[in-house]
């Protein structure tokens, strides 16, 4: 179906009461915050199923983030063990080079 009329419109308070115009604010001032959008349905049903895939390709992202985010805390864990018992090893190699071995 083609047709001439805009996808969307807005319903605004001119002061004098309501009008349907295609910008929500006509007057440039930035003073009609209260107008209510109207989109057209096929307009409306296109943008719908445009959501649904951005929805489905930002999930799909988000999970590979997780994913990649519990891999490099794994990594970070691992690597701090290693830096914990290189530092207390060394520090006791310090203990037994300043005592001579006593304890």
């Known amino acids: 179906m083609t047709t001439n009329n805009p996808e969307v419109i807005y319903l605004i308070d001119t002061g004098d009461g ?7 604010d006509p007057t440039g001032y930035g003073e009609c915050n209260d107008a209510v959008k109207y989109v ?8 719908q199923a445009e ?3 951005r929805l489905d390709e ?10 990649g985010l519990a891999e490099k805390t794994s990594e970070c ?5 290693v830096m ?3 530092y207390i090893q060394g520090s006791n190699d310090c203990h037994k080079a ?3 071995g006593r304890k």
Not at 18 to 24: E, F
Not at 40 to 47: H, K, M, P
């Open 77 to 81: 864990e691992k690597l701090r063990k």
């Open 98 to 100: 300043m005592t001579g």
């Open 51 to 53: 959501f649904v895939i």
């Open 58 to 67: 930002l999930s799909a992202r988000n999970y590979e983030l997780r994913m």
């Open 84 to 86: 914990s018992d290189s």
């Open 18 to 24: 309501v009008a349907w115009c295609d910008d929500p």
């Open 40 to 47: 057209r349905g096929d307009a409306y049903e296109a943008l």
